[in-house]
Nanobody
Framework: QVQLVESGGGLVQPGGSLKLSCAAS??????????IGWFRQAPGKAREGVSC????????LYKESVRGRFTFSKDNAKMTVYLQMNNLKPEDTGVYYC??????????????????WGQGTQVTVSS
């Protein structure tokens, strides 16, 4: 099994920053073999894709509203992926999830079609 655990969420003022982490464990030896995505869900809203990376080629996609503010990265040795979030806005509030898929052969997507999911971490942006 593959298990994902998110951390790093919290309460921050508009314009502030947070860095989320997603630690992978279980039957996984190389993060480069996975499409990986960050998603979020605001209260009363559907889950939406924030950013993702494509296996092997390393192409990174961002939701338009976060481009230039958020940065996706990963540390293969630590089996951990990160989402650095700067200049946070109230509309960034929500539960943030990481997700991974193996045995895929196309570019990553922001539509939520991933095999493994974490439990999420709460991000609240408020004054």
């Amino acid at each position: 099994q593959v298990q994902l655990v998110e951390s790093g969420g919290g309460l921050v003022q508009p314009g502030g920053s947070l860095k989320l982490s997603c630690a992978a464990s279980g039957f996984v030896s190389d993060l480069d073999d996975y499409n990986i995505g960050w998603f979020r869900q605001a209260p009363g809203k559907a889950r939406e894709g924030v950013s993702c990376i494509t296996r092997r080629v390393g192409l990174i996609l961002y939701k338009e509203s976060v481009r230039g503010r958020f940065t996706f990265s990963k540390d293969n040795a630590k089996m951990t992926v990160y989402l650095q979030m700067n200049n946070l806005k109230p509309e960034d509030t929500g539960v943030y999830y990481c997700a991974m898929s193996s045995h895929v052969y196309s570019q990553c997507t922001l539509n939520g079609a991933y095999h493994f999911w974490g439990q999420g971490t709460q991000v609240t942006v408020s004054s």
